[in-house]
């Protein structure tokens, strides 16, 4: 990194020192906090550990499946970062874990690591394990591994297969009671596990009284699902906020909840509420802008419902705010690192760097850490054969 005014950094003038923090021409600086000094407190996994069902990778697993459907099931179309390799939508045009361009990344196909779990695989490129925080017959719920907040998890059901949300609409009835469900297990998980605890509940949730029921969990968390997703089954991202700094910064700029991509569950609820006005005889090549369109027709309007959600997740975090600029070493201001102790620029640091070791000390996922100080994780308890998913109709 350079020092002239176009890359950030210290320059003599008029005999004083003058920092520049590359302050884009609109005259509006991006900033949040990073080098995170320690860990936040965090809520630990299920204890209990499952052996994977089927002891082999992905690929053996695949070979298997006679099935052309449930082979289908096994992949999903991506691009990925060539940064983080975080596996992103093939629509975006940033990854929205590092925010790294993917302008120039082609697609492809890999894995569906969410069926590898719903089939209890023991790996693909890396294990297969998960760091759940609950598992029952027909759901699976678990940290997210790229986790936006604190108390991040997916919900997944096991024993139906929906690609994404737009073949919820085959059945509207019978995907609003299972959308209920997905959001009611997330829920139950926060509010026993995550609010039940209160060294956390005193940091994250900024000491506010523990709330009465899984209905006022839906008020602070900001939760919905994407189309097209990254991983191809149907699964619920149940954002509790706060956000942490780089992705509250993310979020503000643009880099998560894309309009048309990210849809809030409070959409997607009020569209299966209109029953048989929703259904839809779904395909795969059903366009996303068809489906708003009917819906708009109906008075479930999108640019409504997003809007209030961002303004929602704004709020949320200004209400908890539990950031303080004594737990953390640097800014990160318009890209260059500002060293908040020392009152100067840091020309070779790299903010991804930062990024990606603030992101182990504060996300929930993998806790306990093990003894050389990686996440761990365990297998899906009731994991499926190939013939135990059926299709959603």
């Not at 520049?20 to 996994?45: I, M, N, Q």
């Not at 085959?170 to 829920?187: Q, Y």
């Not at 395909?283 to 996303?288: F, G």
């Not at 600029?325 to 790299?350: H, P, T, W, Y």
Request: glycine residues 8%; contains cysteine.
């Amino acid at each position: 990194m350079g020092n002239g005014p176009d890359d950030g950094g210290v320059r003599e003038e008029g005999g004083g020192v003058h920092i520049e923090f590359r302050t884009p021409g609109s005259g509006r600086t991006t900033a949040y906090l990073a080098r995170a000094k320690g860990d936040v407190p965090v809520v630990p996994r299920l204890a209990e550990d499952t052996e994977p069902r089927f002891d082999g990778t992905i690929d053996q697993f695949r070979e298997g499946v006679k099935d052309e459907k449930a082979r289908a099931r096994l992949l999903n179309k991506v691009k990925v970062c060539a940064q983080c390799k975080k596996p992103c939508a093939f629509t975006l045009q940033c990854c929205n874990a590092c925010g790294s361009s993917l302008a120039d990344v082609p697609v492809s196909f890999n894995d569906n690591i969410f069926m590898g779990f719903v089939h209890g695989i023991k790996m693909g490129k890396f294990p297969f394990k998960i760091s759940k925080t609950h598992q029952d017959a027909s759901f699976l719920c678990f940290d997210d591994p790229l986790s936006m907040s604190c108390c991040h998890l997916n919900v997944v059901p096991t024993d139906v297969y929906i690609a994404d949300w737009r073949f919820l609409l085959l059945n509207p009835a019978k995907g609003l009671k299972l959308v209920t469900d997905m959001f009611e297990t997330g829920a139950k998980v926060a509010l026993d596990q995550f609010w039940g605890n209160d060294e956390f509940r005193s940091k994250i949730f900024n000491g506010e009284q523990k709330p009465l029921s899984t209905k006022e969990i839906m008020d602070v968390t900001c939760c919905g699902m994407n189309f097209p997703p990254s991983m191809y089954q149907l699964h619920l991202q149940f954002i509790h906020m706060p956000l942490t700094p780089f992705h509250y910064n993310q979020a503000r700029q643009g880099g998560h909840w894309h309009y048309a991509r990210f849809f809030p569950l409070e959409y997607v609820m009020k569209a299966l509420e209109l029953g048989s006005k929703a259904e839809m005889n779904v395909t795969e090549s059903t366009s996303i802008e068809d489906i708003m369109q009917k819906l708009q027709e109906h008075g479930v309007v999108y640019d409504s419902v997003h809007r209030e959600f961002l303004n929602k997740c704004w709020r949320l975090q200004e209400r908890f705010a539990p950031w303080a600029e004594k737990d953390f070493g640097c800014q990160i201001i318009n890209g260059s690192v500002f060293n908040m102790a020392e009152n100067r620029m840091e020309l070779d640091s790299d903010p991804q760097s930062i990024q990606a070791e603030d992101a182990k000390k504060l996300q929930n996922y993998g806790r306990p850490y093990d003894d050389a100080g990686k996440p761990t994780g365990t297998y899906y308890k009731y994991a499926k054969e190939p013939g135990d998913v059926a299709d959603f109709r």
